[in-house]
């Protein structure tokens, strides 16, 4: 967390008219099927406009493919917005 203050605390001094979000990966993924990408759009629809700081992303306790899957879907959301 001490990492997240630092990048907080930089953003703070240049884009002080910015509101940060931080979210942590539990806040993505979901209990039951399918919940993980709804949980995904909820979060991205309302940081719109705004910093989004996923703290701890690579979930070191997860499954690789759970990681992969993780960004893999963020990138493809992200994408599909542009």
């Known amino acids: ?9 930089l953003i703070n001094q240049d884009l002080t008219h ?3 979000v931080v979210k942590n990966p539990a806040d ?3 209990n039951v099927l399918g919940q993980s990408e709804t949980n995904t759009k909820a ?4 940081t719109v406009g705004k910093v989004l700081i996923i ?4 979930l070191h306790h ?3 493919t759970i990681r992969i899957s993780l960004v893999s879907g963020l990138h493809a959301l992200l994408w599909r917005r542009r």
């Open 18 to 20: 910015l509101q940060v």
């Open 62 to 64: 997860a499954s690789l």
């Open 28 to 30: 993505f993924i979901g």
């Open 1 to 9: 967390m001490e990492k997240v203050s630092q990048f907080y605390s």
């Open 55 to 58: 703290d701890e992303v690579w």
């Open 43 to 46: 979060i991205l629809a309302t």
